[in-house]
């Protein structure tokens, strides 16, 4: 058997937030404050800070994402187990594209900078690919060996910023920052998505995940550093701009970093700027040339392309052939010049993919709830939610001829992932699938029902319990719950209801048809008795049917009642297993025939009857993709007990015995009436 060759873990703390600083601070706050003066004037400043602060919630997503599941791939990994195949493979395509595109941008801007101050006349093409191909060599030996040269940049870059931004602000001048926003709040969204790529950077520090020491500690901590130092030196440093040089003179300059270093420490400041530039240039090129290398090792890996990009380098034990591939990607994107259109379509490919990266971690926690995360994110999901919705909404805002080359590369993308036949046999499920998740969000957003609970004892009370649930997705729908009205004969068992509960409450006599219609019948779609006395259950169940309520149940531990309630079209729960679990299971899934829980809840079995259009009539169990954690007990076919086996057919009427936990039930009882 061939060793198994495996990333070697020797990145602390310090170099993986010099991962995230080395892509963040690229060469985007060196030149484009010059853009965005002439965009939106002084208002740039809030623009960086607004935009840092938007971050924040994609970032806390990938925190959590990176600590529970610390792979290489990044982003991609985590779209690659929570979600659908075909969105997994986007998901990276869209990575792969932002990171060599934003490669291309670093090393076109290095090689600018050289030609302009140093090489007059010099070819961008051989500069870029010089630079290029310097810096996969490094990436050869390994991350960590191309941290030691990025950690160094990192360093003097930071220190002039840091310089700058300090020494910088005393000189300031108030009038250069007036008016504050000369041209209205109107371009303040595109301003916005112009210096997003400088905001690209912590979710670097996840693709290295398996190089990592400690990632579960480590990436959660080194993704907020990275973000809180990006913030505070982007609103500093921008700042200072604005305030040292005046608006229409710093909209003129291409350099703009360099011109207030001028402006302020004269002929040795210019030179310091220009340095800071290319050191900017270097690391962000040698960290994001890596990241691309392990995102095509990781569609590779997963069989999207070819497994030969999934090799790693039996010494080094890095991805030598995806890094070659990328490489040569880099130099053709740089050699073409178009140095804003590059930039845009780097944003393009970020923020599509972290956007999807957000709603991975919302599947996460339902698609694993036993997962151990060591980094959770606080208000979920409303902060994952947000982060989709501040990815997306900036896209519209980019340059509008990145979207034509954005669909053309998606397209691209997708006819090479269709290239594989099974990828093609995974597509041609997908509607199905889609049926599946539109019928799960169906269950969860459920009718919002008026229920009636008659007996207001312990059993009543874990009905209203299980009812108005406050889960996460109600409490963003507070309309979703069900409206509960109670009737308690004895007068404590109200006031405690009143304490509990704010709902209507009725005292007297549930039995009695003439308290019944002071509840309103027209008002309830559900009456349930649910009192400890069969008998008055049974009463109160057939007076409620008889005043014209459209759904009844009965909560009754004698069998023989069940006969006589059958017959008034009376739901009859037999006792020792009425749960509030149960009732819910009636009322939002009515094709169920049967439910009860097993060792207080580990487990529920649960009867279901397959309809006449269900897309699992015909097919054998085998084909069927059943939950793991749910297996098929028994089915009764025609009056007949059928076993189980992987061959067995489904056929329409079956009664179909399943046997699971609860969430994974409801999973198979929404495939077989699909």
Not at 22 to 38: R, S
Not at 136 to 159: D, H, P, S
Not at 660 to 671: M, S, Y
Request: neutral net charge; aromatic residues 8%; glycine residues 10%.
């Amino acid at each position: 058997m061939a060793e198994q060759v495996a990333f070697r873990r020797d990145i602390g703390l310090f170099m993986a937030v010099m991962i995230g600083i080395g892509a963040m601070m690229g060469p985007g706050i060196f030149a484009l404050p010059g853009e965005l003066a002439e965009l939106v004037g002084p208002l740039g400043v809030l623009a960086y800070l607004a935009m840092g602060l938007l971050t924040l919630f994609t970032a806390l997503t990938y925190g959590e994402l990176g600590a529970a599941l610390p792979l290489a791939g990044g982003g991609y990994s985590f779209a690659g187990r929570l979600l659908p195949r075909p969105v997994a493979f986007l998901t990276g395509w869209f990575f792969w594209i932002g990171n060599a595109t934003a490669c291309a941008l670093y090393a076109l801007i290095f090689a600018l900078t050289i030609r302009d101050y140093f090489w007059p006349g010099a070819s961008i093409t051989l500069l870029a690919l010089g630079t290029t191909v310097l810096f996969a060599a490094l990436n050869f030996r390994g991350m960590a060996a191309a941290l030691k040269v990025i950690t160094a940049m990192n360093l003097v870059e930071l220190g002039i910023l840091v310089v700058f931004a300090v020494l910088g602000a005393a000189h300031v001048e108030p009038p250069h920052l007036k008016p504050f926003a000369p041209m209205g709040l109107g371009p303040f969204l595109p301003a916005m998505a112009l210096i997003y790529v400088s905001f690209v950077g912590f979710d670097l520090i996840t693709v290295a995940a398996e190089e990592i020491i400690n990632p579960a500690r480590t990436i959660p901590r080194a993704i907020l550093i990275t973000l809180f130092v990006g913030i505070v030196i982007y609103v500093g440093v921008v700042g200072v701009m604005m305030g040292v040089v005046p608006q229409e003179e710093l909209a003129q300059s291409d350099v703009p970093f360099i011109l207030a270093m001028h402006r302020i420490f004269g002929a040795w400041g210019q030179w310091a700027g220009i340095l800071a530039t290319i050191m900017a240039s270097l690391s962000a090129l040698s960290v994001t040339l890596g990241a691309s290398a392990r995102i095509l090792y990781a569609l590779g890996r997963d069989r999207h392309f070819p497994e030969l990009f999934a090799r790693l380098h039996h010494r080094y034990r890095t991805p030598h052939v995806a890094l070659l591939v990328c490489t040569g990607v880099v130099i053709g994107f740089a050699s073409s010049g178009i140095v804003r259109f590059v930039a845009s379509m780097s944003g393009f490919g970020y923020l599509m993919g972290q956007g999807i990266v957000n709603v991975a971690a919302i599947a996460l926690r339902r698609r694993m709830p036993n997962l151990r995360r060591p980094f959770k994110v606080f208000l979920f999901p409303v902060v994952p939610i947000l982060g989709a919705v501040t990815c997306w909404g900036i896209v519209p805002a980019l340059e509008a001829r990145s979207y034509l080359l954005g669909l053309l590369l998606t397209l691209v993308g997708g006819g090479l992932y269709l290239m594989r036949p099974a990828n093609r046999a995974e597509l041609r499920r997908a509607p199905a699938a889609l049926a599946r998740l539109l019928l799960r969000i169906k269950a969860k957003w459920r009718k919002h029902m008026r229920v009636l609970i008659i007996s207001g004892d312990k059993l009543g009370c874990n009905i209203a319990d299980r009812l108005l649930a406050q889960d996460e997705y109600r409490l963003l729908f507070r309309s979703a719950e069900h409206q509960v009205t109670f009737i308690e004969e004895d007068e404590a068992q109200c006031r405690m209801l009143e304490q509990r509960y704010n709902v209507p409450i009725y005292q007297g006599d549930g039995t009695k048809k003439e308290l019944l219609e002071q509840v309103g019948v027209d008002d309830i779609d559900v009456a349930i008795a649910a009192s400890k006395d069969d008998g008055r259950n049974v009463i109160t169940a057939l007076q409620a049917k008889s005043l014209g309520i459209p759904r009844v149940i009965a909560i009754v531990e004698d069998p023989d009642y069940v006969p006589l309630l059958d017959e008034n079209d009376v739901v009859a729960i037999s006792a020792p297993w009425a749960t509030a679990a149960m009732v819910e299971n009636y009322l939002d899934r009515p094709g169920v025939a049967d439910l009860f829980e097993i060792e207080g809840g580990v487990a529920s079995l649960v009867s279901v009857v397959v309809p006449e259009q269900a897309r699992v009539v015909g097919r054998r169990i085998h084909e069927i993709d059943i939950p793991r954690a749910c297996v098929v007990a028994a089915i009764i076919r025609d009056r007949q007990f059928v076993v189980p086996r992987g061959d067995t057919e489904i056929e329409a009427g079956d009664y179909v015995l399943f046997v699971g936990p609860a969430a994974t039930i409801k999973k198979a009882q929404d495939l077989f009436q699909l």
